[in-house]
């Protein structure tokens, strides 16, 4: 198991913050998790609504860009967009890091009603968890 992980993504307000925030729920301190973007976003208010369903509050998600990262000793980045993917190859150059691409929708282009676009940003998150844990094989209930 890593013992530290970095999401990226575009904005560091959905994916990103979402796949984090859900790694930290299941492996509580076992792994230093952290997220980033290119650019920065604002955190999005469908992403905290979809996250608190699950129990996990991210309402203090600060976004913040990859430069932005003051400790940059990560065993794996992964990336969530292709622009967040080109990003950290170009940033881990240099660097002794895994890189992992996660194809993943940006569900901000959901349409349709206030449920509707909950069901897309729902589908995200599920994707995410299921993905985590298989990768950082995590079963069971989240560490403490």
Known sequence: MPQAVLFACN??????????????FLAG???YVRSAGVREGEIDPFV??????IGIDITHHQPRTIEDLEDTS??????????????????TRTMAVDVEYWPTIDPSAATGNREQILEGYRAVRDQLFDRIKKRF?????PQA
């Open 137 to 141: 094989d995590i079963s069971g209930m």
């Open 29 to 31: 301190r076992r792994i």
């Open 11 to 24: 904005y560091n307000s959905i994916r990103s913050p979402m796949a984090a925030a859900i790694l930290r």
């Open 48 to 53: 905290i609504a979809v996250m608190d369903e």
């Open 74 to 91: 990560f065993d794996i980045i992964v990336t969530l967009a292709p622009e967040a993917h080109h990003k950290a190859l170009e940033f």
